[in-house]
Structure formats: C-alpha cells, structure tokens
C-alpha cells in the first residue's frame, strides 16, 4: 500500500488483541487498490493462515461493514473508498490487513466486456495552447486492479516526481513546450501508454522599430528615440525563427575489454559521462560496453530507426579504429589481430544512413585513432554524402595520428573527453563548442605535438545540442519512437518477494549503461519465529558462460559502481553485463538462508525470481546479428570467444603503437614506435560492400 494508507489507523479491535508479532496469524493475500469508473464492481480479498481457525471482518475506513465476515468482499464502487480486512483466530488474536483504496472515477467507462482488471485508458491527455506565465496541466486517467501507476514524459524523456494522474506546470516557459505522454503501469508488469498531446506556449514576439532621432530641448546632443533587441525574422510569416528538433537521439559505444588487442581504460568512463551530460540535454541515449562486430550493427540498426525528420542524432564511439583512404573504421572487440576485410565497422556508411532519415542534424564524434594504413589495393565505391548541410565531425585526433587517454584508476580519461565535457552543455553552435574543445586541448603540454583535435562540418544553421524539442506535427512519429526507445531503458520493476517462511524480500534494479544492470536486494520484513537470515543471489548460468564479461575482468565496472552507489543501502547486490546477449528472460535464483526461533540448524528456501528482458535485451540485438554475416567468412566472429585462464593480453608499453592509443605519456616518454612494431598489427582494408549489406 500507499505511505499514505499505511498511514492511516486501523479499526477498533472489539476486545481482540491486536499484536501481529506474536499471534502466528500470517497474511497470505493482501488485498489490492483499484481504479474504476463508477459502478463497476470490485472484489477485495484478503486470505491468511494461523494457528486455529481465522475469522473475516472488513471495515470501510473505521466503520465496520455488516456481513462482511468472509475472506472476499464485493463492492459496487460509486464512490472513493479505503478498505481493510481484520483477521483474528479463536484466541482472540487478530491482526490487519493494508489498507486497500478504491478510487471511482466519473467519467465513461469504455471497459471493454469480462474486463478481469487490466489496464485500460479511460480519460487522454488533450492538446493545450498556453501563454507564457500561465498555468498548464494534462490529465491521464487509467482503470485497472492493481491500482495504476502513473510516469509522464516529456518529448520521450522521462520528468522526476511527475507521477500523478495530472501533470501540472504552475508558471508556463518556453521550455516547457513540447509533446507529452503518459506511461501508466501496475505492480504486475503490465503496462500502457497513453496519446501524446502537445503543450504549445505563445510569447509575445518582438519587433525592432526603428524611430527617428530626436534633438534634446536646449542641448545640442542629438538622442535616440528608443531601443529595441533586434529579433531575427521569417519574410514569409513575419514571426521569429527559432531552430528546434523535433527529437534527440545518441548512441554512444565504448568499446574497452579487447580480446586480441591492447584493453583501453577510460572508454566507460567516457561513455558514462557522456550519457549524462547528453541527457540533460534532453537526448535519448542508449550507452553500450565492450560490442562484437554483429552486435556493433545490430545496435546501429535500432539506431536508425529511432530517426526521422528534424532529429538531432549523434553518434559516439571510443574505442580502437584507424583510418584508409579518407574513411575511418572502428574495431569491434572480437577483432582478429592483424584485423581482416570483414572485421571492422566503416563509419561513413553509417553516415550515409542518418542522411537518408532526413535528420536535422548528425554529429559523429570518434574518439579513437587514426593512422593510415596503407596498402595496394583499389578501395570499393563510398557513396558520396548529399549536400544537406547538417553534419558536423569531431574527431579526436587528426589524420594519421593517435588518441590517447589519461590513466586514473575509476576515473579515467580519454583527452578528448576530459575538455568536451566542460563545454557541451553551453548554448552555443556544436562546431562552436567543438573549437572551444580543441582550443583547450591545444594548450594541454601532455600531447603537445601528439594529438591535435580535427573538425569537419557543412552546418549551415547555428544549430545546438541545447535546442529545444518542439515536436508539434510530429507526434505520432515521436510515440512510435518512444515506444521503441524505451524499451531499451527499462529496468525492471521493484519487486517484493514473500517466502515461505514469511521473511520479506525487497529487489530493486539500476543501470548506468544500456547493457550492464545492478540488481540490489534488501530483507525488508521477516517474522518473530525467524531468529536470523541472510539472503543471495545466483548468477544465471548464461551469464557464466557466453555473455559475461568478454575477458572476466569487471574491476573498472565495480568500481564505477561502487563509487555511485555509495548512499545505496542493500544487503546484497550482483551486478550483470553483457545483457545485450540475453536471449531468454532473466532468472535470477534468491536463496535465503536462516534459522527459526524452535530450530538450531539453518534452513533454506530457494525462489526463481523472473525479471523479463531488461534494458537493451528487449530490443533483441542478436535476431538481426544472422543477416549480418559475411557469407563466405573464413571465421565466425558471432559468439565471444571465451578465454582460458592461461590466455594473456599483453598491455606492454612497446604495444602503444596499436590502432588505438588512449594513454597518456609522460613528458620523459618516447611517443614514436618502430615501423617493425607498428606493422606487426596493420589491418587490412574493410570490405565495404559486405557493410552495405547491414546498413540498408
């Protein structure tokens, strides 16, 4: 129940004794909350187990029902009630149930017939226009038992502390323009969104009027009649132009666990505080860890399916690539050593594919090397890219040269990242923000005629990452674009999960990436016969084979863990990555151990706890991994090779000179490798026609 039920006082006990600890009574079935239209009718039911017999007595606030001695009550709700069942056995001995609300609401039903409690919309949000300094609100009713739970978003992003029925904006901004939607769920994992409706805000629009100087009476000083802040105006509608989105979204890949190459350090920390700071720039972002080539595709597929006119996408990776013929490639972590034709991803093509949704804007940032690799060979057509005057790249270093990166333990560093995340929340042009990253970075002694930031760019418009997002007109796209984009962003529900034996369990679930989640449990009630417990959780056998850890080592995961869940209280935690490779829902097995007040030794329960595809598993990157295959292959590169404990990644300084090389040197390090070294692990060039296979 509600803090706010739980808050209310139980009934009179009329002469029972009221002391749930000491009675044996165990409630069974809790009777649940609802939300109906008037007249429908609502069953509550309350069922428990005690030592003897157990008698029913429910009460309607503190007033008790007459003949309402049974186990299950049947309402004809007209109006908002609470409800609560007293339980007491021939001792005398009673205990309560929670409080149960009935909410009645006076609108038309529209249930469909042998409704059994499902969720059902029964009142949409409606559009509104409003004047800046107005009051706003939309209103979502749902039906359903459970009771709804009730989440609104803004323009697919999700708005802390707005769960209520109405969402409610005391004085209209600007910025609160934007469409709107409802996600309503209930504790039993269903779940329905409601139609988006538009809040338009109107302003007042300044006009620059130009008057004619005026001569001060008995001066000679001439002054001007008024002045006005110019505003930039349409001829052709006479109103301000004002550059929006119409959507944001960022995919962000960060490639770090390397099975035959050098493992990089900073990439998660890179792509985790990117993600912050994109999302409070109102982006959708989808974060992912340490991807094989497939999955590299299959995540950019999703991608481009989230963009459509007036988007604003941008495209982030860290990791190895290297650069051939004025086109950059990115390694994925299976990469072979040296790298083969069909192993590694040609960023241009991708490029190619976000022009096609005719976005707003497409910023590609590469965080990652770029030497020249070349060889006698005539590369494959690139189709070339259509004036639209909307791309913008950041590259992190210039051609044929090395990215480097700063070692620091949880907090690690790529150069480039370290500047970019002073200046990518400024409201400034993106090429703009982007100089002012290489200007800092020009001054940083430490790669001083190492690394020096490159920019290309055909923007046109003083387009920013901090646009709004207007979506008016396009809100069905954005419904159909938040639905998929969710999908990737849910974590399960918290979950209470009762034993046997009485003891409460509490399982809770957060992620800071797309692809890794933290499940935390706390003990949250357990009853005076158990004298001690102690819960754990079993790592799903999937996990210990093919979709752990690529090479096994989490430390960097754990730590950066750690240090952001420090006020986060549990009695044990576990955390999973790779679950982009979950095929089947999520079995968690939770074995609470613990011993009784009449019995010494420690007993057991084990519960099969089912937390459904979470997070990016539910947009099932591996269905689209077959038809991106190479035919002909001389090797598979689909699974993750699992390493044998003998396995050895050197991480030696002579290996610097790879495709990728984030480490900063000191001052006293020599940068330049041998020739011999460097061709040790020279790729061959992509073979780009495979690529055009997955990118259509």
Not at 489 to 518: D, H, Q, W, Y
Request: aromatic fraction near 6%; charge should be neutral; include cysteine.
């Amino acid at each position: 129940s509600s803090p706010l039920l739980s808050s209310l006082p139980m009934p009179s006990g009329h002469g029972l004794t009221h002391s749930p600890r000491s009675t044996g009574i165990v409630i069974t079935k809790e009777p649940e909350c609802a939300s109906v239209p008037a007249g429908c009718p609502v069953t509550l039911q309350c069922s428990g187990i005690g030592p003897t017999a157990l008698h029913y007595q429910w009460f309607e606030g503190k007033e008790e029902i007459a003949g309402a001695t049974q186990s299950v009550l049947l309402i004809d709700a007209e109006k908002t009630g609470v409800y609560v069942c007293r339980v007491n056995d021939e001792q005398n001995q009673c205990v309560f149930s929670s409080w149960a609300k009935v909410k009645v609401h006076l609108i038309k039903s529209g249930l469909p017939q042998n409704w059994q409690g499902e969720l059902v919309i029964g009142l949409q949000p409606e559009p509104r226009r409003v004047k800046v300094g107005q009051r706003a609100s939309l209103k979502c009713v749902a039906f359903g038992i459970p009771a709804p739970l009730y989440q609104w978003y803004k323009n697919g992003m999700q708005l802390p502390h707005q769960n209520k029925r109405e969402l409610t904006i005391a004085v209209t901004e600007m910025k609160h323009q934007g469409s709107y939607l409802c996600a309503v769920t209930n504790n039993r994992g269903q779940e329905c969104w409601s139609s988006a409706a538009d809040i338009t805000v109107v302003e007042s629009i300044g006009v620059t009027v130009s008057l004619p100087s005026l001569r001060m009476e008995g001066s000679c000083e001439w002054r001007a009649a008024g002045k006005s802040t110019p505003v930039c105006l349409n001829a052709a509608t006479n109103q301000d132009v004002r550059l929006c989105a119409t959507d944001k979204v960022a995919l962000l890949i960060g490639n770090m666990n390397y099975v035959n190459h050098l493992r990089l350090v900073a990439t998660m920390m890179d792509v985790f505080e990117l993600s912050n700071l994109l999302q409070q720039l109102d982006f959708r972002v989808v974060s992912l860890l340490d991807l094989t080539k497939e999955e590299m595709q299959s995540a950019v597929k999703q991608f481009l399916q989230l963009l459509d006119n007036g988007v604003y996408a941008l495209f982030y990776y860290a990791g190895h690539g290297y650069e051939s013929s004025g086109r950059n490639y990115m390694v994925p972590v299976n990469a072979p050593n040296p790298y083969r034709p069909e192993s590694c991803i040609n960023v241009q093509k991708i490029l190619c594919k976000m022009q096609e949704k005719n976005t707003a804007l497409n910023v590609i940032l590469l965080d990652m090397c770029r030497k020249w690799y070349n060889h006698d060979y005539l590369p494959s057509d690139l189709q070339p890219l259509a004036p639209t005057g909307n791309i913008v790249y950041g590259y992190a270093t210039c051609e044929d040269a090395q990215a480097y990166e700063v070692q620091d333990g949880e907090r690690s560093s790529g150069i480039f990242m370290k500047y970019l995340k002073r200046h990518i929340l400024k409201k400034e042009k993106v090429t703009q923000i982007l100089e002012n990253v290489s200007e800092d970075m020009g001054k940083d002694r430490l790669i001083t005629g190492k690394q020096v930031m490159e920019i290309r760019h055909t923007l046109k418009e003083r387009r920013a990452l901090t646009d709004e997002v207007c979506a008016s007109g396009y809100t069905a796209q954005l419904q159909v674009r938040n639905e998929r984009w969710s999908k990737a962003n849910e974590l399960p529900a918290r979950k209470t999960i009762r034993f046997p034996c009485g003891v409460e369990i509490e399982l809770s679930c957060s992620a800071i990436f797309s692809n890794v989640m933290t499940i935390y449990v706390n003990i949250k009630a357990k009853p005076s016969q158990v004298s001690e417990c102690k819960v754990s959780l079993q790592r799903p056998k999937e996990f210990s084979d093919s979709i752990s850890d690529l090479v096994g080592d989490s430390s960097q995961i754990d730590s950066l863990l750690s240090s952001l869940d420090d006020n986060h209280q549990s009695d044990t935690t576990l955390k999973l990555c790779g679950l982009h490779r979950l095929k089947q829902p999520l079995i968690i097995q939770m074995t609470l151990r613990y011993q009784s007040c009449k019995e010494k030794p420690t007993l057991k329960e084990i519960v099969d706890v089912n937390l459904g595809l979470p997070l990016v598993a539910q947009l099932e990157l591996y269905r689209t991994m077959a038809a991106t295959r190479v035919e002909g292959a001389t090797g598979s590169y689909s699974q993750v090779p699992s390493v044998a404990s003998t396995s050895t990644i050197t991480k030696d300084a002579s290996r610097a000179c790879g495709p990728r090389n984030r480490k900063a040197p000191s001052k006293q390090e020599v940068v330049h490798s041998a020739r011999q070294a460097r061709r040790a692990n020279e790729p061959e060039e992509n073979d780009e026609r495979e690529i055009s296979k997955w990118s259509s």
